[in-house]
Structures are given as C-alpha cells and as structure tokens.
C-alpha cells in the first residue's frame, strides 16, 4: 500500500508543485568502499600483510628457545589458521632473507629456521623493547587517564599486545600514581605552529589538528567550509575530566565528536608505529567514553586518519606522523620492526639459491651414511 501511494505522489509531484527525493541508505561496507585511496599507505599495507605472517611464524621458531626451529610438517597443519594460501614450503621459499629450510636426518623431516639476518633482527627488537619498559609505563599510565573511571579492560591491553590473559580482570590506575600535567601529542604540534613567524591564525590553531588528504582527493566549497568550522570548535581533552550529562544538540553532538578524535589521536600517537588495527582500538571504545562508530569516525576525518582494509583487516594510520610511508620520527622498536619489512620486501631477491639446497651444512658430512632409501624417502617429503 505504501509504495503504491509513493509511485502516485511520484507521478502527480509536478501538480502538487514539489519534488520528492529518496536516498538510499550506505552500509558501513558501502561507506569504507566509497573511500578515497591513498597509494602510499596501500603500498605500506601490501609489504604489511606478508609481515604479520612472517610474524607468526617467527614467533613459533623462537618460542622454543632451545632448539628455536619448527617443523615443515607443523607449519603445514596450521597453513589454513596462518593464512598461507599455497603452503608452508612455498610461503618460506618466498623469504630467504628471513627463512631458512633444512633437513634433520635424525627426525627425517624438513625444518625452518631463522636466518643470521632476521635473529639479528629479532635480537635487536628484544634489546629496544627492553629498553623502552619505562615509556610503556607512562604510555600505559596515559591510556588509563584517558578513561573516566581511570580503567581498562586487561583483555584490550593484551589484545593491544597480541597476547592472551583471560578477560575476566581489570587494570585500574593506582590512587596517587602522578597523571596530572599530561599534554596531548596533537599540543605539540599547535606549539610549533603558533611559533612560526608567518602564523597569524593563533586563535584558529587553539583548537585545530593538522590535515593532510589522500592525493587525488576533491575538496569542494562546502566540504572546506565544514572542516574549517569543525576546526574552530571547542572541546574538551583527552586528559581532561568531562563535567556534567551529556546534551543532545547538535553543538555539544561535534564537540564530543571532536572530543573522541581527539582521545584515538593521543591513542594512535602512543603506538610504536603509530597505526594499529581498528578491532583493537574499538576494545577501548565504552572505556573512552566514545560513543561514536570507531570506523565511522576515521572515515568522517580522512585528513587525519587513514583507513586500510588489506589483508583482511581494517587498520588506521594518524597520517601527520608518516611521510613517504615512513614514520617522520622513528623509535628503536620501530627501526628494528623495519629492518624486517625491509626483509620482507626483498623477497628472493639477492638469495634466489638460498632455499634450491635445502640440506643442512652441519649434516652435509652425515650424507654419505643416510642409506639410498632414506635419501629418497628425504627427497619426496621435501618436493612436496
């Protein structure tokens, strides 16, 4: 009945003297899709999906310390969980740089190892996040100030981590612990800025972010005109207590709007590399206060953040901190962590042999002892 009547009013719009428009409604899938790309970042991200797979696998290599290897037969059941499209063997072969395939005549099976050049890596990363205990400390400390009750879930800071504990606990700052006085990553930058001798916008730059758009991307009058008036807007801090309920008008919705970009800005400036997977960040959502799509909001502000979907997953970048798909100012665990990106992005390059002898040099001279059948029977695991 009701759309019988709409295709009537369609017809008679002209007697009636108006026009009706019907707008239909954007999914979450339809709005991500609609985005403006930016080709540095998806690059970055396409070297990242080989990354966090190299990642797992090293992490089972190393998680024994003794003997720190993994057989091709394990990595083989887990291939599906891992992601490894084409198999464990071809996915190895793919990072000579980083893996290291041999044959251990005494269990009779293939292995992988790490090469000199990633455990050096590995070692430097250990050494970096060692040494880094006490900015965790003071980053963890900012992260619980940001939340009004000065709690966060445990589950979110290990998920955070990549780690496991169960989600039962809480972590809540210790009463008396100093967490006045902090100053937002995004302070910083209205500093520099309103040193400047050619900066006649103070005023302006009281409460403004910095913004920087995907190439390619068109700026109309009215989207201009919008950004310039979001960037004018008061709000309330991140480290700062928010004072009395919630009002419902359209001038206090964008200023708790500006209030949470603020929050996953300092949130994002205190990540090693400042990006992080949105799932991730979501965990602290209720805990921030932030009563906003955390996607949404990424997308509503693309000269700020930056959102990708490779490799399966939605992760967003503060772009102000890259540049050329590096980071403009590099930390130790960071350099480390680039050190194996760069691994990554060689491929075969350079070592396009390193994998074709997949026979170990401690047990070259132990050949001649394996008998013809063991040699064939070696021979058929590894071709396949």
Not at 193 to 202: A, F, L, P, S, T
Not at 211 to 236: D, I, S
Not at 309 to 332: D, W
Request: glycine fraction near 4%; charged fraction near 30%.
């Amino acid at each position: 009945m009701g759309i019988h009547i709409m295709k009537i009013l369609i017809k008679q719009k002209h007697s009636f003297g108006f026009s009706i428009s019907i707008r239909s409604k954007t999914t979450s899938a339809q709005y991500v899709a609609s985005r403006v790309r930016d080709p540095t970042f998806e690059k970055l991200m396409d070297k990242y999906k080989s990354l966090f797979k190299v990642i797992a696998i090293q992490d089972l290599i190393l998680a024994n310390p003794r003997n720190p290897s993994v057989s091709i037969d394990f990595l083989s059941r887990l291939s599906q969980k891992l992601h490894l499209n084409r198999g464990a063997t071809s996915f190895l072969r793919k990072f000579p740089h980083i893996f290291q395939i041999y044959y251990d005549p005494s269990k009779l099976q293939p292995f992988c190892r790490l090469t000199d050049a990633a455990l050096d890596v590995s070692k430097q990363e250990e050494k970096a996040i060692n040494a880094s205990l006490p900015m965790v400390v003071d980053r963890l400390v900012r992260i619980l100030s940001m939340s009004a009750s000065k709690t966060v879930p445990l589950r979110a800071i290990f998920k955070l981590c990549d780690a496991h504990e169960p989600n039962t606990h809480l972590l809540k700052l210790v009463e008396g612990v100093p967490r006045n006085g902090f100053r937002a990553a995004i302070e910083d930058w209205r500093v520099v800025e309103c040193c400047k001798e050619d900066c006649n916008v103070r005023t302006e730059l009281r409460y403004s972010f910095k913004h920087g758009y995907p190439p390619g991307m068109k700026l109309g009058k009215n989207f201009k005109a919008k950004v310039k008036e979001w960037q004018t807007l008061p709000y309330v801090g991140p480290y700062e207590v928010v004072v009395g309920e919630k009002k419902k008008s359209k001038a206090a919705l964008m200023a708790m709007e500006k209030r949470a970009v603020s929050i996953v800005h300092e949130f994002l400036s205190l990540t090693v590399e400042k990006m992080v997977e949105v799932e991730k960040i979501s965990q602290f959502r209720k805990w921030f206060g932030i009563d906003f799509n955390i996607r949404d909001l990424f997308l509503d502000h693309p000269g700020i953040f930056y959102l990708s979907t490779k490799g399966k997953r939605h992760t967003v970048f503060l772009r102000e901190a890259y540049e050329r798909g590096c980071l403009i100012e590099p930390n130790p665990v960071y350099v480390a962590r680039r050190r194996l990106l760069d691994l990554v992005a060689m491929g075969r390059r350079g070592r396009s042999s390193i994998n074709s002898n997949l026979q170990d040099e401690s047990s070259s001279n132990d050949d001649d002892d394996i008998g013809e059948e063991e040699k064939q029977q070696r021979h058929g695991s590894l071709s396949s």
